[in-house]
């Protein structure tokens, strides 16, 4: 069973873990939602009741693992990814509507352009009212249990008491390498992590390769195609929304920066010390 946190290699994940399950639609997008044949549980999640969430991390005949990312790398894989419209590869009318609301929410002008990644930051770092309520909607400032879970902490994703009783903590770091470890710890890395996997098919993904920069698509479809090829899966270029964010982070923060942003997550550096992961 995967702790399944968006921004940290999730999607891919669920992608495998279907098809190790046998699940028709491995190939296409979204792997990871919800089924009526129970084949949901092999991902937790914050969609998940606490109840059901117990009842999993109880089954012992099952592995449970969890992989964490650097908070300031994953907080602007989740800008460029979701809000910023220099990525040019994405859904712009989708990040325009984002970043737009959350302008809205913070009573500025409706200029998506000056949505900076410090502007992002900025509208994170407003304290949330208290007394608010959630009416079912994320919060688009601050950083509560109700924010949206691409940039929500991974320490609230994650609840502190149930995190004694994951088998496996891996880092995105290291993705590669210890998803190799945990496949390899369930007796699966030969049939479903050596060898590759062929590109994934359907509508959504052809729309995310369209988008896609051609040298992008290119080292993407060439690591890809065809079972087998590309090696090992994991390997860098491998999913076609990856943003590359840890080789972007002299280019996009500062030292200022940085610090309101470890700042902001506090919580989370102070867990995945705790936890001894490499970041």
């Known amino acids: 069973i995967l702790w399944a946190l968006p921004k940290v290699g999730c999607t891919d994940m669920m992608r495998l873990f279907y098809r190790m399950a046998g699940h028709d639609a491995w190939r296409e997008l979204p792997w990871f939602k919800s089924r ?23 089954n012992k005949s099952y592995t449970r693992a969890v992989f964490f990312r650097d908070p300031v790398e ?12 220099d990525v040019r590869a994405k859904n712009t009318t989708m990040i325009s509507k984002m970043a737009r609301q959350m302008l809205k929410s913070a009573r500025r002008p409706s200029d998506v352009a000056a949505l900076s990644l410090a502007d992002f930051v900025e509208l994170l770092e407003i304290p949330v009212r208290p007394q608010r309520e959630w009416k079912g909607d994320f919060h688009l400032e601050g950083l509560t249990k109700h924010s949206n879970p ?3 902490p991974q320490s609230m994703l994650v609840h502190p008491e149930w995190l004694g ?10 993705l590669a390498e210890h998803m190799e470890a945990l496949l390899t710890r369930v007796g699966a890395w030969a049939d479903h992590g050596a060898a590759g996997w062929a590109p994934p098919t359907g509508a959504g993904v052809n729309l ?3 988008r896609m920069t051609p040298g992008s698509k290119q080292r993407y479809l060439d690591l890809s195609e065809g079972d087998g090829a590309g090696g090992a899966i994991f390997r860098a270029g491998q999913s076609p929304h990856a943003t590359s964010a840890r080789d972007k982070l002299a280019e996009w923060y500062d030292s200022r920066l940085l610090e309101r ?3 902001l ?15």
């Open 261 to 263: 942003t470890r700042a």
């Open 150 to 152: 691409h940039w929500r």
């Open 74 to 85: 994953r907080l602007l894989s989740a800008y460029l990814d979701k809000i910023s419209i």
């Open 165 to 174: 009783m994951l088998d496996f903590v891996g880092s995105f770091k290291h």
């Open 265 to 279: 997550y506090a919580d989370d550096y102070a867990m995945l010390q705790r936890l001894g992961v490499d970041l």
């Open 36 to 58: 009526s044949d129970g084949r949901d549980d092999i991902a937790l999640s914050a969609r998940k009741s606490p109840a059901r969430i117990q009842a999993l991390l109880n």
């Open 208 to 210: 995310l390769l369209k």
